[in-house]
């Protein structure tokens, strides 16, 4: 589409904040243009928090609104796609709708049960939680993924839900916490060629609190009942854990960064008795700066160098990968704002149109792997060619990192990065974002980045307003951007109007669009995948 801005998308109200009032079960015929590619043949899975009221309630965070699972079914062939969706029927959302009001407490909204309970409930409910038998919630609502066959919808604690593939319902609810020693874990694990599925958590039930490296393995039934920890992680402050939402991997290496976006978990204690929600127990520590820690896949032991950068926050990683004794970390940052990021996540703020002052560039880092130490503090330690990222030796032994920036100044935030999966933990040459219009703003267009030479591309429609871009690659693709790009696409004005989009990988030029009008609002969602009907193993 056409490169001249507009700012319907930009200037609107916050997408991220329509509510669903209703699911659209039963399978819609969506209206093709364009030519859907032969080959094209599976099911795009999204999820995202998509009721944001009940009865007279609301919820105050973007992270809080109940599940809602997506599915466009694509037939290339016969050049057919439909669309669904299902809330997901989690203990929260089944309590929440027998009461008509939000009953359990959320991220960053308070349930009536903790708002009616007395002091002495609140003091009992706050005990409960420290002797590990609270009520993390299983509202999943923030990825969906494979472990081995079977599709799961996940979130940032440690349940996650089996889903039904055909009709989306959920089937069994698993609680990872009781699998293996993590009490909630990331919503983007990564998987290996083989299917072998890896992911990260906290576990607080050890002598030391501390993240865990978990492994699921790539057959078995059931998977994701099959876990083991593989390598530990030391929280920077025990009792103020860094927050993080995801992790890279290399060949050889597990990447973590430990932000000083923390929970403060004697606040926590007291916040039920307080009748406040969790979001006031997050806090940025700025001036503490951000470690990135390297832990190996072989023997699960944390790399002896430490790696410190100035202070960034981080929700999604890009890639990573190991050249020539460094390992080189791409990722989409957010810098320090005038707000704080979950602060610039708050419905108040979201309804505010007021900006945040928080930048997003996406952030290289390069990181020697064997650093000297016996030479200057200005001595550059990057030996990469043509490489303008930085690394310092200090004198405590660890190393200050320097980034580059890979973005053009033009598009000052991207996020929601997708590769080619296929080059995921090697070196790659491009990524496909979202451009925001402001950190957890719009979304406005989706965006190709080079990340050789800086060059790019996008697709723009001032009508639409796309989600998360998904790579599938071409079958006998020699090339790494040889395929297409699928996203969902909610209109601006029309909130039951959705569509898929499908994009030249390439080019970013528009193939094909499959567009449903609906009786429901959709509401806007934050990851998914695509799984091909000829794949055994599904990917990311």
């Not at 507009?6 to 904040?17: H, I, Q, R």
Request: hydrophobic content about 35%.
């Amino acid at each position: 589409m056409a490169e001249t801005e507009d700012m319907t998308v930009g200037g609107a109200a916050s997408f991220w904040l329509r509510h669903a009032d209703k699911a659209v079960t039963t399978p819609i015929r969506a209206k093709i243009t364009g030519h859907l590619p032969s080959w094209l043949h599976g099911n795009l899975y999204r999820n995202g928090a998509a009721v944001k009221e009940i009865g007279p309630d609301r919820f105050n965070h973007l992270f809080d609104g109940l599940a809602c699972v997506h599915k466009f079914n694509i037939d290339g062939a016969r050049g057919q796609v439909t669309y669904q969706n299902r809330f997901l029927e989690s203990d929260e959302y089944r309590a929440d709708m027998a009461a008509g009001r939000i009953e359990v407490s959320t991220f960053g909204t308070l349930g009536r049960q903790d708002l009616c309970r007395s002091l002495f409930g609140r003091l009992m409910s706050t005990f409960r939680d420290l002797r590990g038998r609270g009520s993390a919630t299983d509202n999943c609502s923030v990825n969906v993924g494979y472990f081995g066959t079977e599709l799961y919808a996940m979130t940032e604690t440690s349940k996650i839900w089996r889903l039904n593939q055909e009709d989306l319902g959920a089937e069994k609810q698993v609680d990872l916490s009781k699998v293996v020693a993590v009490n909630q874990a990331t919503a983007h694990p990564h998987v290996d060629p083989d299917g072998t599925v890896y992911n990260v958590g906290s576990s607080f039930t050890g002598r030391t609190p501390s993240v865990n490296v978990i492994q699921f393995p790539a057959s078995g039934s059931p998977v994701a009942e099959t876990g083991r920890v593989v390598g530990t992680i030391p929280h920077r402050w025990p009792m103020e854990p860094s927050y993080f939402h995801s992790f890279g991997i290399t060949e050889n290496y597990f990447v973590f960064v430990q932000q000083p976006l923390v929970i403060q978990v004697k606040k926590l204690v007291t916040l039920k008795l307080m009748k406040r929600p969790v979001t006031d127990a997050i806090t940025e520590k700025a001036a503490e700066g951000t470690w990135i820690r390297l832990v190996d896949r072989r023997t699960g032991e944390l790399h002896q160098t430490l790696f410190k950068a100035d202070t960034f926050y981080a929700f999604h990683h890009v890639n990573a990968y190991e050249e020539d004794g460094h390992v080189v970390v791409d990722i989409c940052a957010q810098l320090p704002g005038k707000c704080s990021i979950m602060d610039a996540a708050a419905v108040k703020h979201m309804s505010s149109n007021e900006s945040s002052g928080v930048d997003g560039p996406m952030l290289r880092f390069v990181l020697p792997l064997e650093p000297k130490s016996d030479v200057s503090p200005e001595t550059n330690l990057v030996s990469l060619p043509d490489e303008t990222a930085t690394a310092y030796p200090r004198p405590d032994q660890s190393v200050y990192c320097v980034p580059r920036t890979l973005n053009p100044p033009e598009y000052r935030t991207l996020d929601l990065p997708r590769i080619n999966y296929e080059y995921n933990g090697h070196k790659y040459r491009y990524a496909y974002t979202c451009r925001f219009v402001r950190a957890v703003g719009n979304s406005e267009r989706l965006v190709k980045l080079d990340v050789q030479t800086g060059a790019s591309c996008c697709w723009y429609d001032p009508s639409w307003t796309p989600s998360e871009p998904v790579f599938v690659r071409q079958p006998g693709a020699t090339s790494e951007d040889s395929g297409l790009i699928l996203a969902s696409l909610l209109h601006v004005t029309e909130p039951r109007r959705t569509a898929l989009v499908v994009l030249n990988a390439e080019t970013m030029e528009e193939l094909a669009r499959a567009e449903v009008e609906t009786d429901a609002v959709i509401a806007k969602d934050f990851h998914g995948l695509f799984a091909a009907v000829s794949e055994a193993v599904h990917r990311f």
